[in-house]
C-alpha cells in the first residue's frame, strides 16, 4: 500500500511530494519550486544583464551582483541559459525549477 501526501511549506512556496511505501520499500521526499523555467528562461534571455531571473527566483544578492557588473561581464546569463534550459539551475532554497 503507497500513500502520498502533498503539503505547502508556510511562507516558502514550495511544494513537498511525500510517498512512503509500507510493503518495506524506498521512501523518498522530492521538492521543487513554485518557479517555471520557462519563465526563469524568458527572464534570462530579455534582462539576463539586469539579473532579472535571479530576482524571480528570489537570489537577490547574485541578482544585485548582475545588475551591477552586467551579468558578469555577460558570462553570467549565457552559463544561466544553459543550466535553465538543462534543469539543473535551482532557485533560492536550492529547489529545482517546475517544469516548463
Known amino acids: 500500500m503507497t500513500q502520498g501526501t502533498t ?11 511525500v510517498n512512503v511505501n509500507s510493503g518495506g520499500g524506498s521512501r523518498y ?20 544583464l539586469f539579473g532579472g531571473h535571479l530576482f524571480y ?12 557588473t552586467g551579468g558578469l561581464f555577460v558570462i553570467g546569463p ?4 544553459i543550466a535553465i534550459s538543462s534543469g539543473s539551475f535551482k532557485d533560492n532554497a536550492g529547489a529545482p525549477l ?3
Do not use: H, P
Open 29 to 48: 521526499m522530492t521538492m521543487s519550486s513554485e518557479k517555471r523555467r520557462k519563465t526563469a528562461l524568458l527572464l534570462c534571455l530579455a534582462l539576463g
Open 78 to 81: 549565457i552559463m544561466d541559459t
Open 98 to 100: 517546475r517544469e516548463w
Open 7 to 17: 503539503e505547502q511549506a508556510a511562507g516558502q512556496g514550495q511544494t513537498i511530494n
Open 57 to 68: 527566483v528570489g537570489r537577490y544578492g547574485k541578482g544585485l551582483l548582475y545588475a551591477m
